[in-house]
T-cell receptor
Framework: DGGITQSPKYLFRKEGQNVTLSCEQN?????MYWYRQDPGQGLRLIYY???????QKGDIAEGYSVSREKKESFPLTVTSAQKNPTAFYLC?????????????FGPGTRLTVL | SQELEQSPQSLIVQEGKNLTINCTSS?????LYWYKQKYGEGLIFLMM?????EEKSHEKITAKLDEKKQQSSLHITASQPSHAGIYLC???????????FGQGTRLTINP
């Protein structure tokens, strides 16, 4: 079955530690995205990638880093520089980047900083 | 930057009743997406509207785009418990699929 997987589902981190969230898709989509969702708020774009080996900052990129070495993978690292990392993180992908290209989402990773 | 305002923020309806959720944009809407989310899960794509006046339906859910009002509405007919969840609208304001989202509307269906 084609889809987007994110792992782990729940992640706990101590303050000062970096942590990497995994996102994999087998939809053969070119574009991939990372969003952050906080309670009572909509999604905010962290980073996006239109093609392998290329990515751009979204609206809230500070304290985060990404890589896109393979088409199917777009891992997100939450660094110790991110001041308030506790949130629900969602990965998405789309076949391209035109307005008609729907973004499909993974199941999410809930990160809690202890 | 574009902002999306959803109303109401939460909604409780009796099973079988109709309901409407609105999404109003601060700028011109070029493409409007509706998603549904169950708590703690990912977003499920419902519908995408591109043109002013466009209307799409899927089962008992209908979405419309009013370009002049910069607004979209999501209407559910004869609501069922399976409709419960958070509904989010998203819009592509800058191209390159950089979506901005509304804050979501939490829908509860009472039996």
């Amino acid at each position: 079955d084609g889809g987007i997987t994110q792992s782990p589902k729940y992640l706990f981190r101590k303050e000062g530690q970096n942590v990497t969230l995994s996102c994999e898709q087998n939809l053969n989509h070119d574009a991939m995205y990372w969003y952050r969702q906080d309670p009572g708020q909509g999604l905010r774009l962290i980073y996006y990638s239109q093609i392998v080996n290329d990515f751009q900052k979204g609206d809230i990129a500070e304290g985060y880093s990404v890589s896109r070495e393979k088409k199917e993978s777009f891992p997100l690292t939450v660094t110790s520089a991110q001041k308030n990392p506790t949130a629900f993180y969602l990965c998405a992908s789309s076949i391209g980047v035109t307005r008609a290209d729907t973004q499909y989402f993974g199941p999410g990773t809930r990160l809690t900083v202890l | 930057s574009q902002e999306l305002e959803q109303s109401p923020q939460s909604l409780i309806v009796q099973e079988g009743k109709n309901l409407t959720i609105n999404c109003t944009s601060s700028k011109t809407l070029y493409g409007l997406y509706w998603y549904k989310q169950k708590y703690g899960e990912g977003l499920i794509f419902l519908m995408m509207l591109q043109k002013g006046g466009e209307e799409k339906s899927h089962e008992k859910i209908t979405a419309k785009l009013d370009e002049k009002k910069q607004q979209s509405s999501l209407h559910i007919t004869a609501s069922q418990p399976s409709h419960a969840g958070i509904y989010l609208c998203g819009a592509d304001s800058q191209g390159a699929q950089k979506l901005v989202f509304g804050q979501g509307t939490r829908l509860t269906i009472n039996p």
